[in-house]
């Protein structure tokens, strides 16, 4: 379905109901391009799906239901594409999948109880590599993850073994100065000091924040990071200030 107001783009809209091409499902989460230009597709409700795109619309290339060996959990909650072009796959209760470019089939990371190197939570929320390329998995209720490519274990930062202030991860960020921030669920907006493995905290109790549900961290040109809140619109934070 095509729709255009006067003096804008047209744009193209696809859905499960659209007339011609179709993907697989309304309840999309994340969208990630990978090097390619193949556009990664998770849903809540279907899986993953890989679409090429065309001046003709979008050509499915891939489909995985989480109905197979594959992946197994249908509902998608975030994407990410490393520097070495593997995908990484956040589900909402069933840890992480890797596809990697050199391999046809997914691994899974996971939460095992009793393993202190497993996954700290099934509920996966965001992946960041930063620029010394370690990989970090945030988590709603297990904290903040270090991912160790040698062995495949995770180093975990939660409540109760370090000073992270909130396990509801729900956003990361690193900025062009190096500086890693967090947001948190009830736990405001955190700087993260990996060297010395300290967490600064910002919230509506010693900052202006507007709350302390953050979704969203992003710094602009000018050195302003910018911070969008659950119910409180949009934090202007300068540390020139």
Not at 44 to 58: K, N, P, T
Not at 121 to 135: I, P, Q, T, Y
Not at 192 to 212: A, I
Request: net charge neutral.
């Amino acid at each position: 379905m095509k729709m255009r107001r006067q003096g804008a783009p047209e744009i193209d809209h696809f859905s499960a109901h659209s007339g011609g091409f179709r993907i697989n499902s309304n309840f999309i989460l994340s969208l990630v391009f990978d090097r390619k230009g193949m556009l990664w597709v998770g849903t809540e409700d279907a899986g993953l799906a890989c679409y090429s795109v065309g001046a003709d619309g979008l050509h499915l290339h891939f489909q995985d239901t989480g109905e197979n060996r594959g992946l197994q959990h249908k509902s998608i909650w975030t994407l990410f594409v490393d520097r070495t072009e593997n995908l990484w796959i956040g589900t909402f209760a069933g840890g992480v999948y890797m596809l990697s470019r050199y391999a046809n089939y997914f691994k899974h990371f996971k939460n095992y109880p009793g393993n202190q190197q497993s996954l700290s939570s099934n509920a996966v929320s965001g992946f960041l590599e930063d620029s010394k390329g370690r990989m970090w998995v945030a988590t709603d209720g297990g904290g903040l993850n270090l991912f160790n490519r040698q062995s495949g274990a995770f180093k975990r930062y939660t409540t109760k073994n370090s000073e992270i202030k909130s396990d509801a991860i729900l956003t990361l960020y690193e900025d062009n100065n190096g500086a890693f921030w967090l947001g948190a669920w009830r736990g405001g907006l955190l700087l993260f000091d990996r060297e010395n493995e300290f967490f600064k905290q910002y919230t509506t109790q010693n900052s202006n924040l507007g709350s302390n549900n953050v979704f969203g961290v992003c710094r602009d040109r000018s050195g302003v990071l910018w911070v969008c809140a659950y119910g409180a619109g949009l934090s202007y934070f300068d540390e020139s200030r």
